[in-house]
Every structure is written in C-alpha cells, then in structure tokens.
C-alpha cells in the first residue's frame, strides 16, 4: 500500500445526498424510538379504561386493582424487551443484508404494530396493544444501534461526531413529538389514542419509499462484500466528487489488516484482549447512560411541577417545553461535538447529571418545609435534561462507532445494545421500588452512577474527533498493553478456536 500524504487529502463537506440519507434515515428509524417511549404516557388513563372495560366485557366484573397494574406494567416493560431482543439480531442482519437492508426490513417490526395498535380498540383486544409494543421494541432496538452504524461508516471523520449525534436528535424530536400530540386537546383523549399510538407507522413507510435511492455503507460494500465498484460509486455520490481515492486507500488498508479475521463473534469479542478496553468503555457508557435517571426525572417531573404550583392542566404544556429544551440541547451538541471532542460533552454531561441528582435529593427533601424548594426542583430536573442531552444521551453511539473497526463494529453494537436495553428495563422494573422505598434519596444512587461513569470516561476513554478508524485503535491499542491495532492472528486464532499468543506488531500510521 501506498503512503497517502495527509495533504492531498481533502476535508469532508456536508452534500445534499449525505444530508438526505441523514434525515431520511434518522426520521424513519430514529424518530420513532423516541416517539414510541412517550407516545404511551399521557393517554395512560384511557387505555387503563380499555383495559378495564375490555376486561369486562369478557368476565362480566372489572380488573382489581393489582391485574390493571400487572397489565400496564407489561405493556410497559415489553417495549425495552423487546428492544433487547432487536439488539441480539443486529449483527447477524447487518452482516447478511447490510446496513440499509436491514433498516429496510426492519420497517416490517413498525408498520405491522402500527396497523395493530391502530385497530385495538375496534377489535377489542388490549393483548394486541402488548403484542405490538413488544414489536415496536424490536424495531427500536434494531435502528437505534443500526443507524449510527449507517451513518457513522459513510460520514467523513471531520463529520463524523455531528452525524453521529443526529440520530439522538431525532429521538428527542420522536419524544416531543409524542408530548405534543398527547396533549388533551389533540390525541390524548379517550377517542384519539389509537391514532396517537398509529401515527408511528409513517415514518416507517416514507423510509420504506425513500431510502431504496440511497447507497449502501461504503465500508460495507468493499471491507465485507469486496465490491470496489460499488463502495467507490457510493462515495462520489456521498461526497459529491470523483475523487475518492484517498478514503477507498484507508479502507483497503483496513481490509488488508483485518483479511485474516473473518468476523468477530460476540463471544469472541468478549475474550478477544486487543479490544478489552473498547468493550469495556461501551459497556460502562451504555450502563451509565441508562442507569443515570434521566427516565426517574421524567417521572418525578410532573410531581415537582405541581408541587410548585403549576395548575394540573397546565403540566402537560410545562412537559412538552423540558421535550423542547431537550432537543435543543442534542441540537447544540450535534453543532459542538466536532468542534470540542467527544470527552469534553461526556465529562461535562455526566458532570451536570451529578450535581442536578445531588442538588434535586435535597430540594426534594426540604420543598414541603421550605416553600421556595420547589422551584429548585424545576430547575434541576432543566439542568439534569440539558446535561444528559449534551453528552450522555448522544455521545456513546458517536464512540461505539469509532473504536471498533470493521470486523468488530457490528458484535460490539450487539453488546451496546443488549447493555442499553436491559438497563432500561432494569430502571423501568426497579425504580416504582426504589422510589416507594427512598423517595427523594433514590438518586443518591442515580448521582453515584453519573460520578462513577464520569470517573472512568476521565482516565479511560480517549477523544476520538478527527481520527480514522485505525487511528483510534492504535491509540485502543497502548491501553490494552499492545503496541499496535494490528491483531489479525489473534482474530484468526479465535475464529478457528485456537490458543491466542499476543503478539505486538506495529503499524505505520501516515499511510492514510
């Protein structure tokens, strides 16, 4: 391989097909992640009533208390099963249908339960409504580890960062999207619930339609399927030039180091030690993203802003402005991360996360003896939405992206995902415990996750701004005692279930 001088290399810009791609992909995958985790919260009473009279209708009594519980607490809870159950099927779909094949068929995992909760009421069968969630489950957890992959593999490195974040942005636009279409006056009533759980099947559609335009992940299409052609003919059109020689050169080296490995398995990603310390980071990124209390906050925010005053009617409208601030703060970060790194947004959001849970613990505690605390509350539960918008929401999809190459990338985004799904069920289950139990000194616990992850970011994750793949695993590299990320027969050795003999091999790195 031929040394590529840095200086013919030309900086990444921002065309219309790789905004497009963006934008198509994002909304009809991403957005509906975030839709589908709030589209349920405001008409909770009129589907408990449909629970309740549905019941009825068949057993001649209403549901006690305790089944319209159980009953609820599945619909819930089936939803992030669900999406750990699409997380286990990433890898395997990306691999054999690639990445825009897979965010294709995966449309069938939201139009399907779309049609179905659409139809619950008229069929009379709140069972379908669970059916569907757990679904819908699988679709998000299948775009929300896929489209970053997408994305982050045709996306110029100078790029890379606020692409990445895009994905995230769509989520909370999905979330505030829901809130608004909740409120009482539009679809969050006894007649337009069905609707307002429907209305996720038409991004769904509209990616079905338009995303078949678009290429397919270069990296996919050369690295996996050994096809130059069409990786090449994929990158003009993404990058809006014929000149793409450059980054078709650093994908080959790539594939040139990585010709040995085959692809890694999740097993073997797990006891392979050239990627100890990537696999370690997504792992306590993806935990402490979740287990951070971001979905505590919300719950505890309606009980804050009437405490301080804030008439009933009125909280669903205080509601939908935190879903504002939400997005744009991911908005900013998305403007920011390629200017400031990838550290800089996960120190300072996890850092903001901690002093709000810190702060929030004591105003929870005082604001029934100290009138004023109440306002507090408000303004922690603000500070704790914009803190983890900025980093801890979006930033560990950007990350899980870089550090791993290849032949990794879609084992490693299986992990990411299983983590991130179970600890969102983990949350869900356990915190109506933690919080009838502690009360306002649940996020104590919550506070210590914010400091313990913000603790390992600051002496274990490098910034990755700017940085090919193989740069960042060179650096990955020094960190898990090798010289070098060249770790084919280590790869190779795994795949045919031999003993692994580290070796320490060294790359030159100015060839890309």
Known sequence: MEKVSESVEQKGKLTLVLVLVTLISTFGSSFQYGYNVASINSPTPFMKEFYNQTYSSR?????????????????????????????????????????????????????????????????GSFEIIIVARFLIGICAGLSSNV???????????????????????????????????????ILGNYKGWPVLLAVTGIPAVLELIFL???????????????????????LKRLRGCENVDVEIEEMQLEDHSEKAEGRLTVLNLCSFRPLRWQLLSIIAMNMGQQL????????????????????????????????????????LAALIV????????????????FISCAVLTVALKLQESISWMSYISIACVVMFVIGHAIGPSPIPYVVTTEMFRQSSRPAAFMVAGSVHWLSNFTVGLIFPYLEKGLGPYSFI?????????????????????????????????????????TDSKEIHSLNLGLPVVAEKETVNITTF
Do not use: H
Request: charged share 15%; aromatic share 10%; hydrophobic share 45%.
């Open 338 to 353: 390629d200017a400031l790194g990838r550290r800089i947004l996960l120190l300072t959001g996890f850092g903001i996360c």
């Open 59 to 123: 057993t001649g009594q209403y549901t006690s208390e305790s089944i319209l519980i159980m009953l609820w607490s599945l619909t819930v809870s089936v939803y992030p099963l669900g999406g750990f159950v699409g997380s286990l099927l990433v890898a395997p779909l990306v691999n054999s249908i690639g990445r825009k094949g897979t965010l294709l068929f995966n449309n069938i995992f939201s139009i399907i339960p779309a049609i179905m909760m659409g139809f619950s009421e008229l069929a």
């Open 147 to 185: 489209v970053p992959m997408y994305l982050g593999e045709m996306s110029p490195k100078n790029l890379r960062g606020a692409i990445g974040v895009v994905p995230q942005l769509f989520i909370t636009i999905g979330i505030l999207m829901a809130q608004i279409f909740g409120i009482r006056n």
């Open 212 to 234: 078949p335009f678009f290429p397919e992940s270069p990296r996919y299409c050369l690295i996996q399927k050994g096809d130059e052609e069409k990786a090449r003919k994929g």
């Open 292 to 331: 951070s209390g971001i979905n505590a906050v919300y719950y505890y925010a309606d009980s804050i802003y009437s405490s301080a005053g804030v008439e009933d009617s009125l909280v669903q409208y205080i509601t939908v402005g935190t879903g504002s601030v939400n997005v744009v703060m991911t908005l």
């Open 445 to 485: 616990i919550f506070g210590a996750v914010c400091l313990l992850t913000l603790i390992y970011i600051y002496f274990i994750v490098p910034e990755t701004k700017n940085k090919t793949f193989l740069e960042v695993s060179q650096i990955m590299a020094k960190r898990n005692g090798l010289e070098a990320c």
